[in-house]
């Protein structure tokens, strides 16, 4: 167990971080292509969950966040943004896009027997949990390097 | 070409144990996605989609108790393997070939499911994860033949 802590907490994160990546921009595809959002017309249609959807932004606002989202990864493997970017941009903004889809979807799922779970939430779920392994990685980076930070302002004093 | 060379040259040597454990968590979750009520897999639409006869691919396409049975072992072949740190014929063949056939099938079956007339082809939001998850199981095949290519099993 301890091997596998810390195998989560050292293993190279640019694969994952690419795929997730890969993930969005398909996402942004699919968007375009007219995908019925969170299967939202299924949902209103049936009178379930309509008043959920409320205060969810366009699709249009979607396209846009996944799009910077796809951006901010791709421009970090070429460029060195500094932790508190990554944390937000890349691990927090993921978990609020990611985590906002899933979860609804399973909201609009759940008790509605005529529009059941699909089997690919399976692969949604996992993108989302490696979101917070990201998150966790970055935020543990920053920890590291805030620690450096004060170890070496505690040897120049 | 230069870059592209560079980028094969990544893409070959890079360590893809966080791939494999995202692809092994997937199948599992896929597996225990089936215990749920409701049709998942909807193999009824793709047949009526695709030849107007519900039942003529029946034979063809499994239960989807089976597909589970396939996502679960695929999945304890790659936590086994990533926990032994084993590579043999045998994980190439049940994590990289199964695997692949598996997560490509399906999604491709999900793809098609929704297609009833182009112009008016909706994909639901969440198969761009499905096609993620199927493009990186074909990158672990590409390495695992890598690390056990043909030659070396002879």
């Known amino acids: 167990m301890k091997r596998f802590l810390i195998a989560l907490l050292t293993l190279n994160m640019t694969p994952i971080r690419f795929i997730i990546m890969l993930n969005s921009l398909l996402m942004i595809l699919v ?18 969950v309509g008043s959920y959807f409320d205060f969810l932004l366009t699709k249009e606002c979607w396209i846009i966040l996944f799009a910077f989202h796809v951006l901010f990864i791709a421009s970090s493997f070429f460029h060195k943004w500094n932790p508190i970017s990554l ?19 399973v909201i609009v799922s759940v008790g509605n027997a005529t529009f059941p779970i699909p089997f690919l939430i399976s692969a949604g779920i996992t993108i989302f949990i490696l979101q917070w392994w990201v998150l966790i990685r970055h935020l543990f980076n920053f920890e590291i390097q805030n620690e450096d930070i004060r170890c070496s302002n505690h040897n120049i004093h | 070409m230069k870059i592209l060379d560079a980028a094969i040259i990544t893409f070959i040597k890079t360590d893809i144990t966080p791939i494999r ?3 092994g ?8 996605f089936s215990l749920l009520p409701g049709t998942l897999f909807k193999v009824k639409e793709v ?15 499994f239960s989807e108790a089976l597909w589970a049975s396939l996502f679960f072992f695929h999945s304890i072949v790659i936590f086994t393997s990533l926990f032994t740190g084993k590579y043999d014929r045998f994980t190439l063949f049940a994590d990289g070939v199964i695997g692949s056939f598996i997560w490509f099938f399906s999604v491709s079956l999900c793809i098609l499911s929704h297609i009833t ?30 690390k056990f290519p043909i030659a070396q099993k002879d």
């Open chain 2, 47 to 61: 047949c009526a989609n695709l030849f107007n006869n519900p039942d003529i691919l029946n034979w063809f396409i």
């Open chain 1, 87 to 105: 944390f937000i941009f890349d691990g927090a903004l993921g978990i609020i896009i990611w985590g906002s889809m899933m979860t609804f979807r």
């Open chain 2, 25 to 32: 968590l997937s199948s599992l979750l896929w597996a225990a």
């Open chain 2, 117 to 146: 007339i182009w112009a008016e082809f909706q994909p639901p939001a969440v198969l761009a994860a499905g096609i993620t998850i199927t493009l990186a199981q074909w990158w672990n095949l590409i390495m695992q033949w890598e």
């Open chain 2, 21 to 23: 454990f995202m692809i």
């Open chain 1, 31 to 48: 968007l375009i292509f007219g995908a019925p959002f969170f299967s939202i017309h299924h949902a209103i249609i049936e009178g379930t």
